[in-house]
C-alpha cells in the first residue's frame, strides 16, 4: 500500500529525504552523491537564505517501511513578485519505476503549491533557477559534472504521465581542449587589446578580497541574466551563501572578470569537476574517509565547469565574451585540464549558444523543465 507524509525539516526523515537517490542508484556507475551536509543546509529553513522570503514542504512515499519516492513543493515568493506570476515548483524528485508512485508524488506537490496560491507548476526545480534545475533527457552515458543534476531515463516517461509538459531546454556542451577551436586564444591578444583602448580590460577573481569581489559579480549577475527565462534576483545572502561555498573550489585561472575604468561590467565562472571526487565519496559522507578524498583530489580534476558567463547588456558584442571563453582555454595550457562543459545555457540563447559552438562546443547532455497549469 502506497502512502505519502509530509516531512519535518528537523526529524530523523529528512535524512532518508536526502539518503534516499543512494539507495535508488546503488547500482548506477554515473550516480554521484551530493554531499550530505550541504544538502541538510539546503533543505533546513534557518541554514539556507532562500527560506527568508520562500518556502517548501518535503514528501516522502512509502510501501510499507519502503521509501519509494522524494518531492519538493516549492512557493518562491522572490519569483513570483519578480515575474508577476503565480508559479509553484517542485524539486528533489526521486522515484522507483512505478507510475501511481509518481502520480501520488507530482499529485501532492501540485495540491501544495495551489494552496500557497499557484496557478502554475514549474520543475524540477532545487530550489530555485539559482540552484540545480532541470530533468535530464538526453545524455545518460556519463555522470553530470559539478552542480548538475543526474536522473535515471524512465523519469521522462513518470512526468508526462502526469500531463506536465516542456517549458524550455537546458543544454550543456562539452569542449575538449585538444580538439578545441583555438581561434579565440590566437586572437586574444589582439582582443584584449581593442577592449583596452576602450578601457576595459580582464583580470582574475582577487581570491584575497573574495568578500567583496562577491559583492561586486553580484550587480553583474543580477543585471546581465534579468531576461533569462526563470530568472530571478538572488538576494545579498543568497549570493553570499554561494559565494562561501564556491570559495573552496574556485581555481582564479578559471574565475574571470571584466572591467571598464574599475568597475565590473562582466564575468565567467569555471569550476573544478568536483564530482570527479564526489562520485567516490559513498553516501555523500564527509567522515571518516570522504574529508580526505575530497581534500587530496583536487589536485586530480581533470574537468572544469563553465557555468556563468555574462556581460552587461550595454557591453556585448565588444568581443568580451570571447576574451573570457579565451582566457579559460588559454589558462588550461599547462595543467591537468583536458577540458569540461559550458553548462547551462537556455536552447533559445542563440548568441551564446553560437559561441560556444564557435570554439568547437558539442551539446552532448539535454535538461528539460516541464510545467503544467493547475
Excluded at 501511481?100 to 530550489?127: H, S, Y
Excluded at 540552484?131 to 512526468?159: H, I, Q, S, W
Aim: charged share 25%; proline share 4%; hydrophobic share 35%.
Amino acid at each position: 500500500m502506497i502512502r505519502i507524509e509530509a516531512i519535518s525539516p528537523k526529524g530523523k526523515e529528512l535524512g532518508r529525504f536526502i539518503d534516499f537517490p543512494h539507495d535508488l542508484y546503488a547500482n548506477d556507475g554515473n550516480y554521484v552523491p551530493e554531499l550530505f551536509i550541504a544538502q541538510k543546509d539546503m533543505l533546513t529553513p534557518g541554514k539556507h537564505p532562500f527560506y527568508e522570503h520562500s518556502k517548501a514542504q518535503l514528501f516522502l512515499t512509502y510501501n510499507g517501511d519502503r521509501v519509494t519516492g522524494r518531492i519538493a513543493a516549492i512557493w518562491n515568493r522572490n519569483h513570483n513578485e519578480f515575474t508577476n506570476r503565480k508559479d509553484g515548483f517542485f524539486g528533489f524528485f526521486d522515484c522507483i519505476d512505478d507510475q501511481p508512485t509518481a502520480d501520488l508524488l507530482i499529485k501532492t506537490a501540485c495540491d501544495w503549491v495551489k494552496e500557497q496560491g499557484a496557478d502554475t507548476v514549474v520543475g524540477p526545480v532545487n530550489l530555485s533557477t539559482n540552484d540545480t534545475c532541470g530533468l535530464l533527457v538526453d545524455g545518460f552515458d556519463r555522470p553530470p559534472m559539478a552542480m548538475m543534476p543526474y536522473n535515471a531515463p524512465y523519469y521522462e516517461k513518470l512526468l508526462l504521465a502526469n500531463k506536465l509538459v516542456k517549458k524550455t531546454d537546458l543544454l550543456a556542451y562539452e569542449i575538449n581542449v585538444s580538439d578545441s577551436n583555438d581561434r579565440s586564444v590566437r586572437l586574444l591578444e589582439v582582443l584584449q587589446n581593442r577592449l583596452k583602448r576602450s578601457g576595459i580590460t580582464i583580470r582574475q577573481v582577487n581570491m584575497k578580497d573574495f568578500k567583496n569581489e562577491v559583492r561586486k559579480i553580484r550587480e553583474v549577475y543580477n543585471a546581465a541574466w534579468d531576461k533569462n527565462l526563470g530568472f530571478v534576483p538572488a538576494t545579498d545572502s543568497e549570493f553570499e551563501y554561494l559565494g562561501k561555498d564556491l570559495k573552496m573550489i574556485v581555481d582564479p585561472k578559471f574565475c574571470l572578470v571584466a572591467e571598464k575604468d574599475g568597475e565590473v561590467i562582466g564575468w565567467t565562472l569555471g569550476v573544478p569537476d568536483i564530482n570527479q571526487i564526489q562520485i567516490k565519496i559513498k553516501r555523500g559522507r564527509l567522515l571518516p574517509t570522504g574529508i580526505f578524498k575530497l581534500l587530496f583530489g583536487k589536485k586530480n580534476i581533470t574537468r572544469i565547469r563553465v557555468l556563468t558567463l555574462g556581460v552587461m547588456e550595454e557591453y556585448r558584442k565588444l568581443g568580451i565574451e570571447a576574451c573570457l571563453y579565451g582566457s579559460i582555454i588559454q589558462n588550461t595550457y599547462g595543467t591537468k585540464v583536458t577540458g569540461g562543459e559550458c553548462s547551462w545555457m537556455l536552447e533559445d540563447n542563440y548568441l551564446m549558444n553560437h559561441a560556444i559552438e564557435q570554439i568547437n562546443g558539442k551539446l552532448y547532455k539535454r535538461y528539460r523543465l516541464y510545467e503544467k497549469a493547475l
